[in-house]
C-alpha cells in the first residue's frame, strides 16, 4: 500500500539553528501539507501545497518557515533560526481525496 | 466559534459498548468531512470519510447533517483495540486545507 513517508523521524536541534524535514508524499497525489502537533494538543495545519506552489498558509506559516519540491518526489519544510517553541512533531500529508499523513518527523530544539 | 469542535471527552466504556462522537463545524461552504483516529504519538489515520447519506464501514457508521453542521462516528461493540483519540476533520477551501478538531479520547476497558 502506498504511503507518505518522513525522514528523519527524530531530530535535536540547538535554538538558532536550522532544519530541514523530508517528505516522499504519494507519487500519484496532488495536494500536500505540513502539520505539527505540539505534545498534547491538536493537529495544527501549516502549509498546503499545490501545482509547484503555495495553496495556503496559517499563521503561524510566517517567515521561518519555507517548503520546496526539489525534484518530482521529494517535499521539504525548511525551520530556519529554531526556537524553543517549534519543537513539536511534524506531519507531512499528502491527498487526492482523504488526506493520508507520515509517520512524523519529532523536532526537539534545545 | 472554532472552525471544528468535539466532544471533549475522555470516553471511558466497556468492551462491547456503543459510543457515540459528535462534531461540529462553522464554514457552512464545507465540503468534504473524515474522521481519524491517531494513537498516542503516532500520526493520524483516516479512518473514513463522512456522507450526506450516512456510510457504514464495519461496526464504525459516519452520518452527516449539512442543515445543522453536524458530523457524527458511532462505533459499535467496541474493542479494547478501538482505543485512540477520534479527530473529526473538515476540509476548507477546497482540498487546500484540512482542519483538525481537538479530538475525543475514547479508553476501552475489559
Known amino acids: 500500500e502506498p504511503e507518505v513517508t518522513q525522514t528523519p523521524s527524530h531530530q535535536v536541534t540547538q535554538m538558532g539553528q536550522e532544519v530541514i524535514l523530508r517528505c516522499v508524499p504519494i507519487?500519484?497525489?496532488?495536494?500536500f501539507y505540513w502539520y505539527r502537533q505540539i505534545l498534547g494538543q491538536k493537529v495544527e495545519f501549516l502549509v498546503s501545497?499545490?501545482?509547484?506552489?503555495?495553496?495556503?498558509k496559517s499563521e503561524i506559516f510566517d517567515d521561518q518557515f519555507s517548503v520546496e519540491r526539489p525534484d518530482g518526489s521529494n517535499f521539504t519544510l525548511k525551520i530556519r533560526s529554531t526556537k524553543l517553541e517549534d519543537s513539536a512533531m511534524y506531519f507531512c500529508?499528502?491527498?487526492?481525496?482523504?488526506?493520508?499523513f507520515g509517520q512524523g518527523t519529532r523536532l526537539t530544539v534545545v | 466559534r472554532k472552525e471544528v469542535e468535539q466532544d471533549p471527552g475522555p470516553f471511558n466504556v466497556p468492551e462491547g459498548a456503543t459510543v457515540a462522537f459528535n462534531c461540529t463545524y462553522s464554514?457552512?461552504?464545507?465540503?468534504?468531512f473524515f474522521w481519524y483516529r491517531q494513537d498516542c504519538r503516532k500520526e493520524p489515520k483516516l479512518l473514513m470519510s463522512?456522507?450526506?447519506s450516512g456510510n457504514e464501514d464495519g461496526r464504525f457508521t459516519a452520518q452527516l447533517n449539512r442543515a445543522s453542521q453536524y458530523i457524527s462516528l458511532l462505533i459499535r461493540d467496541s474493542k479494547l483495540s478501538d482505543s485512540a483519540t477520534y479527530l473529526c476533520?473538515?476540509?476548507?477551501?477546497?482540498?487546500?486545507?484540512?482542519?483538525f478538531g481537538a479530538g475525543t479520547r475514547l479508553a476501552v476497558h475489559p
Open positions: 476533520v473538515v476540509y476548507s477551501g477546497g482540498y487546500n486545507k484540512l482542519i
Open positions: 500529508a499528502s491527498s487526492e481525496a482523504g488526506a493520508f
Open positions: 501545497f499545490y501545482n509547484n506552489e503555495i495553496s495556503e
Open positions: 463522512v456522507y450526506s
Open positions: 507519487s500519484n497525489h496532488l495536494y
Open positions: 464554514n457552512s461552504a464545507s465540503q468534504s
